[in-house]
Every structure is written in C-alpha cells, then in structure tokens.
C-alpha cells in the first residue's frame, strides 16, 4: 500500500508545489499586465468601433453594384502590380542565393561570414517592402520601379533566411562524404547539399512570391504605382463603387496566383 511521503520529503513537495503555482501566477499576471498595456497604446476603443458602424454600413451600401466601367485601367494597374512582384521576387532571389549561403553554419566555415550576413538579413527582413518604396519613391520618382526595388530588397532578406534555415536542415551525410573524399567546399555545395534542396527552396520562393503580389497590392498608396494607386485615388474621392470593383480584381488576381503557385508547390515537394 502506497504511503504519503512524510518528514522533511513532504516539506519538500509542498515547497516546489507552492514555487510552481507562483512562477505560474507570475506567468499570468505578467501576460494579462502587458495586454493591458497593449491595449493602451494601441487606442482600442470599442465606443468608436461601434459608433462607426452605421457610417461604415452606409459606404459599403454605397459600393453597390461595383462600377466596373473602367476595367481596362484596373486590369493594367493589375499587371503593373504582378509584374512588381514578380521582377520584384526575382531581384530578391538572385540577391538571396549568395547570402543564403553565407547564413547557413554548415556551408560556411567563419563566424566572421556568418554573423555580419545574418545582421544584414534582420536588417532587410525588418523594414517592410511598403517603406522601402516610399524611400525609393524619392530616390527614382512615381512609379513601378520604386515598387519593384522595395518588393526586392525585402524579399532578398526573407528569402535569405528561410532558405538558410532549410539547408541547416539538410542531412548532413552527403555533404561529409563529399569533404572527405576531397571535393571543394564549393563543390560539396553544388553537387551534394544543393540537390537536396533545390524543391524546398523553389517552395519557399514561391511562397514568398505569393506574398509580394498581395503586399504589392497597396505599394501604390506611396505612389510606387499598381493597382494600389487607383485604390487611393478611388477612396480619396469617396468613390466606393469603384473601390469595391478594384478589390474584386485584386481578389481575383490574388486567388489565381495562389492557386497556381499552390499546384507548382504540389508538384516540387
């Protein structure tokens, strides 16, 4: 028959028992204590949500039916903003192989390489697509290029670092057989570890083409052009049925790219 734990044993128990259930409050207080101080700077004012709801009602009332009568513009603003994300992506790509590389602690061999890359990536990761075209606006001017810098620079940081994750993933068998049987760094990359990962990272770049034709969307708010720049211009004007035929646009072009890139997902992996 078991027996309760008696003596200094039980004393204890019972003191890890009342640290656990501190640490635990601690935990929650903590967490409840920082909302709470979300919410203050972030303004969350449920008031003003529910007194703007009417006005809000009335817009979306004034959208129907959508004025599609300029559907030629909306379908070239369109393609200036697939064809930003899609250079865009490509620009990040070619800048994301070499650093990729540099980011990864299996395919280079010093810290000096490595951690200044990996600084450089949070630094392109960490300022969005949406301020480097407002910052290329006034470097280049109005237009698609300021956007097509901006989708670039960022997704080069992104990418960078989402593909260096995936090759110090990969096994490392291969590559170590290639060292040892006296093939260059270079080499074991090329022909051992990149094989490996070639569908991951055609994956990932995929992915993050995905998101650059949804972010490219409103890159035209800065002026980088797009179909975001007739987006403002329209509720700039409290157009709202033109508004409501740019989104259904937008979200037919965002949908098919998706899906096509979904299906190309499908088949590398």
């Keep these: 028959m078991n027996r309760a734990p008696s003596g200094p044993w039980a004393d204890l128990g019972v003191a890890r028992s009342t640290a656990a259930r501190l640490r635990f409050a601690t935990i929650v207080v903590g967490i409840v204590a920082f909302y709470v101080i979300c919410l203050h700077f972030a303004d969350v004012d449920l008031g003003k949500l529910w ?6 009602a009335k817009w979306v009332g004034r959208s129907f039916p959508p004025n599609f009568s300029e559907l030629d513009i909306f379908l070239r603003r369109a393609a200036e903003t697939l064809a930003m994300a899609t250079i865009g992506t490509t620009v990040g790509v070619a800048l994301a192989a070499p650093l990729c590389v540099l980011a990864a602690r299996n395919t280079v061999a010093s810290s000096w390489l490595y951690t200044p890359t990996r600084w450089l990536l949070n630094c392109l990761r960490g300022v969005d697509s949406f301020v480097f075209a407002l910052i290329f606006v006034a ?15 960022h997704s080069a940081g992104s990418l960078a670092k989402l593909w260096s994750e995936a090759i110090e993933a990969v096994e490392p068998g291969p590559s170590e057989a290639a060292l040892m049987s006296g093939a260059s760094r270079l080499k074991v990359i090329l022909y051992a570890l990149f094989p490996d990962v070639v569908p991951t990272l055609t994956s990932i770049a995929l992915y993050v083409f995905e998101f650059n034709v949804r972010s490219a969307t409103v890159l035209g708010i800065v002026g980088a052009g797009g179909i975001g720049q007739e987006l403002k211009n329209s509720v700039d004007l409290l157009l709202f049925d033109r508004v409501l035929a740019i989104i259904v646009v937008i979200l037919v072009m965002v949908t098919a790219i998706d899906q096509m890139s979904a299906w190309c997902r499908r088949r590398l992996l």
Excluded: K, Y
């Design 139 to 153: 470097a280049v001017g109005l237009g698609p290029f300021a956007g097509v810098l901006g989708v670039g620079l």
């Design 51 to 56: 007194s703007g709801l009417p006005r809000l």
